[in-house]
């Protein structure tokens, strides 16, 4: 973006002057407004939350400029190129959607005046005109087809770095971000619990079945987690056995709840392989936010530390306060 305002700043400045030259002031202000916005625009580039905007108004005077140009009565048969730009810079800058509806109306409008300006020029025929079009859109085509697959890729490589590849849960680097979009929510109504799950002595599974089974294991618990929990709930795998549940809106005695039948439900459903049936229980450590922590670091501490007061008391039980009252046991 600073490279593109640098040469546009010196393209507008340097076609200003030449504008001036020419007796064709309105065209120059245009230029000299698009070389100061450039200017205004070069050192709050790295800072600015409004990006998108800025290149907006931008490209608003570049495609104003090249659609003045491109009507001007002096101006020659090969301005028409310039039209090629709109779709370019509209989908760089801009992206696919916001990209699409710029290119759209600017270049319909540029295409128009061209046509209607064309007749003035000497040796332009109907068939002249229509290869320009034709050349015009199919660069824009191009372009709009490259933007759509690169967006479809954008998507598939973020869902890919977000999830767990064995269980298809969300894994620890989104978790930060789950729970600082619900922390910038402020309002009470947007506090949540966070969930620590541990699979109870799968050391063991793992030296009786096979590590393969134990994979299997991992993908019958999160199978079993899916089920459990709310479309609004939020599921991770943090460690090797480890998950970790972001109940929004869920009191303790709420998250309590959610705890207990999805104890239940995994203690209900041995995970069944091919030759095996393999028990699997579960225990838990609750926190709440905000009254066990304001920030995730504290949050995951003392969830971390009723999940070890769980395995300390049994295993296959819930801890949600400082004491053992809300645990149970099997």
Not at 100 to 110: A, D, R, V, W
Not at 240 to 257: M, N, Q
């Amino acid at each position: 973006m600073q490279l593109l305002l640098t040469l546009t700043a010196c393209v507008a400045i340097g076609l200003g002057t030449l504008l001036l030259v020419n007796n064709r002031p309105l065209t120059a202000g245009v230029a000299y407004s698009l070389a100061l916005l450039c200017a205004v625009l070069f050192p709050i580039i790295r800072t600015t939350a409004n990006l998108k905007c800025w290149a907006k108004r931008i490209l608003s005077l570049v495609f104003t400029l090249i659609l003045l140009e491109t009507i001007d009565a002096t101006s020659s048969q090969v301005a028409w190129c310039w039209l090629m730009l709109i779709p370019t810079l509209s989908y760089l800058l801009l992206g696919r959607t916001c990209g699409l509806q710029f290119t759209l109306f600017f270049l319909s409008i540029g295409l128009t005046l061209f046509a209607w300006q064309a007749r003035s020029f000497e040796n332009m025929n109907a068939a002249y005109v229509a290869n320009i079009a034709l050349c015009t859109l199919t660069v824009w085509g191009i372009i709009h087809i490259y933007e759509f697959k690169r967006q479809k890729m954008k998507e598939q490589l973020q869902e890919l770095a977000a999830k767990d590849p064995l269980t298809g849960l969300l894994n620890r680097l989104h978790l930060t971000k789950v729970v600082d979009q619900l922390q910038d929510k402020g309002a009470p109504e947007s506090s949540f619990s966070l969930l620590l799950l541990d699979l109870d002595h799968f050391k063991a599974i793992n030296d009786q079945f096979g590590h393969m089974n134990g994979d299997q294991v991992l993908v019958h618990v999160a199978s079993v987690i899916r089920r459990s929990i709310r479309h609004s709930d939020w599921a991770f795998r943090v460690g090797g056995e480890e998950f970790c549940l972001i109940l929004p809106a869920t009191s303790r005695s709420g998250a309590v709840k959610v705890a207990e039948s999805l104890r239940g439900c995994l203690q209900r459903s041995p995970c069944i392989t091919r030759e095996h049936t393999i028990p699997v229980t579960l225990s838990i450590g609750i926190a709440h936010w905000p009254l066990d922590g304001s920030y995730l670091q504290a949050l995951y501490h003392n969830a971390d530390q009723r999940l070890y007061q769980a395995k300390a008391t049994g295993r296959n039980c819930v801890v949600a306060g400082p004491s053992a009252l809300t645990a149970t046991a099997a």
